[in-house]
């Protein structure tokens, strides 16, 4: 069974950090585009971060400087590096997989920016 399990949200001050972890079983992980998505309340899903099987990056202009994705393909974890955080950033996070025909995603975790 496929199973992607996000971990490291939670609430956070507004220019603070969190680290956010997708760990991918049941896939031949090295090979899948992941990418991390979030929905904010009232809001589309919107793509944050995408990273390549080959390490190539891409980001939403909202979060380029502040947010950086990662992938360790021994451990089948990528990871969502959050910087600078403000209320904005608000949204449940989404772990997604994809190749070619084969498209998952994860339960979600939450970030909550508030003082």
């Known amino acids: 069974q496929v199973q992607l399990v996000e971990s490291g949200g939670g609430l956070v001050q507004p220019g603070g950090s969190l680290r956010l972890s997708c760990a991918a079983s049941g896939i031949i992980f090295k090979i899948y585009t992941m990418g991390w998505y979030r929905q904010a309340p009232g809001k589309e899903r919107e793509l944050v971060a995408v990273?390549?099987?080959?390490?190539?990056?891409n980001y939403v202009d909202s979060v380029k400087g502040r947010f950086t994705i990662s992938r360790d393909n021994v451990k089948n974890t990528v990871y969502l590096q959050t910087n600078s955080l403000t209320p904005e950033d608000t949204a449940d996070y989404y772990c997604?997989?994809?190749?070619?025909?084969?498209?998952?995603w994860g339960q979600g975790t939450q970030v909550t920016v508030s003082s």
């Open positions: 990273i390549s099987s080959g390490g190539s990056t």
């Open positions: 997604n997989a994809h190749w070619g025909i084969a498209n998952y």
